[in-house]
Every structure is written in structure tokens, then in C-alpha cells.
């Protein structure tokens, strides 16, 4: 019997549930981020993987934190990462348990909202801390790990524009198409309401 030690996917989901997104206090499986994996040769490890958001400044910390997990499990020789849009992450694949600890239960859109008519407003204080990253904290003083373009999003939230105009206006900001920008802004809007960030 050879002594070389075959690596299994559940070790490999195993070493994954160690990772966690940056932004949201979740291991990477159970937010739903883990599209599949695959053990070649009992060794080489590939693992198809998605984003909570196409912008997210952390793609780069979240592959290199799952290569660097994966990677600790005996035997694994080659880690590979690759990352897929489609299908597009959704709260829906995140694990149910958590999303109801995180505060997402319920239907998917607790918040019904016109698009046309509803002027959100931000709430709370934004601050940047010593380490460089960044913080909105609601009334209740409850904070929440943010990047700069949810923190533009939130401040493009004033009170004078519907859904629709701050859609328009970051669609031709980022020079993406408004069927993207629209899906990820509907996302972040309810990210922020749940989080007491926004009125709408």
C-alpha cells in the first residue's frame, strides 16, 4: 500500500469552512461562494469559486486565503482557483442557518421598493479605522466592514434620487452595463436596509 495520501473533496471543504470573506463574517461555503471542487490524481485540487460582487477589492485576499487553506491539507499538491460569474452569487446560496443568524432570513425581498419613486436615504456614520479599512456603523452602533464603492453607493443614497437615477448614474460611472450595476445595487439596497444603513 502506497503511503501517499489521497486528498478528498470533503477534506478540501473542510480546509474552505476555515476561509471567510472579508466583508461578511462567513466561511466561503457556507455563503454560497464555493461553485465545486475537484481532486485530480488524489492530489491537485480545483476549485471554481464566486464573488459576492464583481467590484469586490478582496477577490485578491479571499484566493490567496483559500489557496493558502487548501493548500495546508496533507497531500494536496497544486491549488487552483478558478473564478466563475455564472451563475451570478445570490443570498439565496448562501447557507440558510447562517443567512438567518447574518439577519437575511425571511423572503428575498423583505423590502418591497419602487424603483422609480423611492428616494433612499443613508443612515448612520461612516468612519475609517486605523488599519485603512472602512466601517458603517448604524444608530445602534452596529458596524459593518464596507469597501469604497459601497461607501459611494451609500452616500449617492441622499434622499433626492430614486433607485433608478443612482443606478443610471453608477452604470455610466463604471461603464457597465445597467443590468448589472442594477442587479448588484438591488443586492447592496437591501444589504443596507437590512442593516439599518438606509431608509428607503
Keep these: 500500500m502506497s503511503t501517499q495520501q489521497t486528498v478528498t473533496e470533503e477534506q478540501v471543504y473542510a480546509a474552505l469552512k ?13 455563503l454560497g461562494l464555493i ?10 485540487v480545483d476549485i471554481k469559486m464566486t464573488m459576492t460582487t464583481r467590484g ?5 485576499t479571499l484566493i490567496s486565503d483559500v489557496k493558502r487553506y487548501v493548500g495546508k491539507v496533507n497531500g494536496v499538491g497544486n491549488v487552483n482557483v478558478d473564478i466563475v460569474w455564472d451563475p451570478p452569487w445570490s443570498l439565496e446560496k448562501m ?10 432570513g425571511g423572503p428575498k425581498l423583505r423590502f418591497q421598493i419602487d424603483y422609480e419613486k423611492s428616494k433612499p436615504m443613508k443612515m448612520g456614520k461612516f468612519s475609517k479605522q486605523d488599519d485603512g ?3 458603517l456603523a448604524n444608530e445602534k ?6 469597501n469604497d464603492a459601497i461607501v459611494e453607493f451609500w452616500n449617492a443614497c441622499d434622499g433626492t434620487k430614486t433607485i433608478n437615477q443612482i ?34
Design 167 to 200: 443606478t443610471d448614474l453608477f452604470s455610466a460611472k463604471l461603464g457597465l452595463p445597467r443590468q448589472q450595476v442594477e442587479q448588484e445595487a438591488v443586492q447592496l439596497l437591501q444589504q443596507l436596509l437590512e442593516a439599518e444603513l438606509l431608509k428607503a
Design 141 to 146: 452602533d452596529q458596524g459593518f466592514m464596507v
Design 35 to 44: 461553485y465545486g471542487v475537484k481532486v485530480a490524481g488524489g492530489k491537485d
Design 95 to 104: 447557507n440558510q442557518d447562517v443567512r438567518e443568524k447574518l439577519g437575511f
Design 133 to 135: 479599512s472602512l466601517i
Design 56 to 60: 469586490c477589492p478582496l477577490h485578491d
Design 18 to 30: 476555515k476561509c471567510m470573506d472579508p466583508e461578511i463574517p462567513v466561511n466561503v461555503v457556507d
